[in-house]
């Protein structure tokens, strides 16, 4: 959603109108459910995905004569049955929201942005049908569920919520760390790198990062703050301090710990641990080694295993 709403930004400040497309309902069998968004232009898609395909260029195509003629919102139920040549067999109703150039759809990313910056949580409502009504941000909203179509002053919404789902921290920038970074970030995590060298901690090395920071090992909970919601991922250059790390992790609540290592280097820092008084439960918390075993060697392939196992990480806690 935050990439989203940047796309929106840059289509406002560059005073050119766009189309916010989203799958509002699926029924059956359908390549996306609820709550797929991508965003067309003129020239056509500028960010996202409703599930791709046939539907999804017909949905841009729609888009773009739309805006040559002026625009305005509409909604449309696609038919993804093999008789109009979709093997899926089912159908989605598409709801396809103008937004004009103006200060009003300025506002929207504006505030989105901030709501994600201060980790609160927000519902985003899509006008339904057609009119000129815009999207809104909403803080105050109490509604069941996480999603659904809502009425408010006699407007029919398409409501989301959203709320702070955690940031990955990166325990060391090395290979394998400018490996995962990007690739985290494409899959919508947000990632925090920190290393105790200042050659390696560089913000240059990693734009995708929401944070780049050099720190002592030792002393992390002078700088760090970490919730449930969040990851840890170590990475540093040596064992010395993935303990130190570990140690560290295991006095807060963050919901995943993972680091790096052979099973040899996990049976080692395991006999530690227990030697130094943790407890099994306590250590039952850590995955070591991290990332699921796909047999990867490379930095690159470390990466694609760590990042498949936090992406089932994530859809657990939904």
Same mark, same amino acid.
Request: proline fraction near 4%; hydrophobic fraction near 40%.
């Given at each position: 959603?935050?990439?989203?709403?940047?796309?929106?930004?840059?289509?406002?400040? $560059?005073?050119?109108? +766009?189309?916010?497309?989203?799958?509002?309902?699926?029924?059956?069998?359908?390549?996306?459910?609820?709550?797929?968004?991508?965003?067309?232009?003129?020239?056509?898609?500028?960010?996202?995905?409703?599930?791709?395909?046939?539907?999804?260029?017909?949905?841009?195509?729609?888009?773009?004569?739309?805006?040559?003629?002026?625009?305005?919102?509409?909604?449309?139920?696609?038919?993804?049955?093999?008789?109009?040549?979709?093997?899926?067999?089912?159908? +989605?109703?598409?709801?396809?929201?103008?937004?004009?150039?103006?200060?009003?759809?300025?506002?929207?990313?504006?505030?989105?942005?901030?709501?994600?910056?201060?980790?609160?949580?927000?519902?985003?409502?899509?006008?339904?049908?057609?009119? &000129?009504?815009?999207?809104?941000?909403?803080?105050?909203?109490?509604?069941?569920?996480?999603?659904?179509?809502? &009425?408010?002053?006699?407007? %029919?919404?398409?409501?989301?919520?959203?709320? *702070?789902?955690?940031?990955?921290?990166?325990?060391?920038?090395?290979? =394998?760390?400018?490996?995962?970074?990007?690739?985290?970030?494409?899959?919508?995590?947000?990632?925090? =790198?920190?290393? $105790?060298?200042?050659?390696?901690?560089?913000?240059?090395?990693?734009?995708?990062?929401?944070? =780049?920071?050099?720190?002592?090992?030792?002393?992390?909970?002078?700088? +760090?703050?970490?919730? %449930?919601?969040?990851?840890?991922?170590?990475?540093?250059?040596?064992?010395?301090?993935?303990? &130190?790390?570990?140690?560290?992790?295991?006095?807060?609540?963050?919901? *995943?710990?993972?680091?790096?290592?052979?099973? &040899?280097?996990?049976?080692?820092?395991?006999?530690?641990?227990?030697?130094?008084? *943790?407890?099994?439960?306590?250590?039952?918390?850590?995955?070591?080694?991290?990332?699921?075993?796909?047999?990867?060697?490379?930095?690159?392939?470390?990466?694609?295993?760590? %990042? %498949?196992?936090?992406?089932?990480?994530?859809?657990?806690? =939904?």
């Amino acid at each position: 959603m935050k990439d989203l709403m940047k796309k929106i930004q840059a289509q406002a400040l $560059d005073s050119q109108p +766009c189309y916010l497309v989203a799958l509002i309902e699926s029924e059956g069998s359908t390549p996306r459910t609820s709550g797929a968004y991508m965003l067309v232009g003129e020239k056509g898609l500028l960010y996202g995905t409703i599930g791709g395909g046939g539907m999804e260029y017909a949905a841009q195509q729609l888009a773009q004569q739309r805006l040559r003629c002026g625009g305005g919102s509409f909604v449309k139920t696609f038919d993804l049955s093999p008789a109009v040549g979709m093997a899926c067999g089912g159908s +989605c109703q598409v709801q396809f929201c103008y937004l004009p150039v103006g200060e009003e759809t300025g506002d929207l990313p504006e505030e989105a942005l901030s709501a994600m910056k201060q980790r609160a949580p927000w519902w985003f409502l899509l006008p339904l049908g057609e009119g &000129n009504a815009l999207p809104q941000i909403k803080k105050d909203l109490q509604l069941a569920g996480r999603r659904g179509v809502i &009425n408010i002053d006699g407007c %029919a919404y398409y409501a989301e919520h959203y709320d *702070y789902d955690g940031s990955v921290y990166v325990f060391g920038a090395g290979h =394998v760390a400018c490996e995962l970074v990007p690739l985290l970030s494409h899959l919508g995590f947000k990632c925090i =790198v920190l290393d $105790d060298r200042a050659e390696f901690a560089d913000a240059a090395a990693f734009p995708q990062a929401e944070h =780049v920071q050099q720190v002592d090992f030792t002393k992390l909970q002078e700088v +760090c703050s970490l919730t %449930a919601k969040d990851y840890a991922v170590v990475m540093t250059r040596g064992h010395v301090h993935d303990a &130190n790390v570990e140690r560290y992790l295991l006095t807060t609540p963050v919901g *995943y710990i993972g680091i790096m290592g052979s099973k &040899n280097k996990a049976a080692m820092a395991r006999a530690a641990l227990l030697a130094d008084g *943790y407890s099994e439960q306590q250590l039952a918390r850590v995955i070591m080694p991290i990332g699921i075993d796909i047999g990867s060697e490379t930095p690159a392939e470390i990466a694609v295993s760590i %990042a %498949a196992q936090l992406i089932q990480t994530r859809a657990e806690r =939904v």
